[in-house]
């Protein structure tokens, strides 16, 4: 499986980078238009989404969407190998820096700093991703344990997950292994899956 998934992980990378400019640009569009029609997102008061990397669908419309629909937006911050995420504030002048994998995070004092059980709502980056809403990241494992508290039995009104990606980022199936987090959904440019 470690070999398979790595594999995975360079053949979809590289698929997903040969995305031309007009088409990411039009299905990222689309696939934020999906995500506020979404009811939890609506519902939502604390957004979680990144700065998009390496070809990635870029979440930026939903973002500008939350700060004009008054709501708070938070992307992530790496603080350590081995340790949860933490979120900083965003808004559309925030000021950025590049973290060690050159990935813009936002310039903010950690006393700003937000853990991910204080969001509502997350949009995530990914790899790969499947119907059942399992998800293949990068394999740092930095989602898995910053949300690893939704493999426990879910308190009401806990946080959405939700993967953002392009619809060729879909596999037939993915075999998750016991600390993977499962996703509540997927949205891409073509749809959205629920589990």
Request: glycine letters at 8%; proline letters at 6%.
């Amino acid at each position: 499986m470690p070999n398979d998934v790595s594999q995975i992980r360079s053949k979809i990378r590289a698929q997903r980078k040969s995305v031309g400019q007009r088409s990411r640009l039009q299905w990222s569009q689309t696939a934020c238009e999906r995500v506020l029609e979404l009811e939890a997102y609506k519902n939502s008061k604390r957004v979680g989404a990144f700065q998009s990397f390496d070809g990635e669908a870029d979440p930026m419309g939903l973002m500008k969407d939350a700060i004009e629909q008054k709501k708070q937006v938070y992307v992530p911050v790496i603080i350590g190998k081995a340790k949860p995420l933490k979120f900083a504030p965003w808004h559309p002048d925030v000021e950025f820096k590049p973290n060690r994998f050159g990935i813009d995070e936002p310039v903010a004092e950690p006393a700003d700093w937000i853990d991910g059980r204080q969001l509502d709502f997350v949009v995530t980056p990914l790899v790969a991703f499947d119907e059942s809403c399992n998800r293949i990241g990068v394999g740092g494992g930095f989602y898995d344990r910053t949300f690893g508290f939704l493999n426990e039995p879910r308190e009401e009104n806990s946080v959405m997950l939700v993967g953002f990606a392009f619809e060729l980022q879909k596999l037939d199936s993915i075999e998750p292994q016991s600390w993977d987090v499962q996703l509540d959904a997927v949205v891409t440019q073509s749809g959205v899956y629920k589990r």
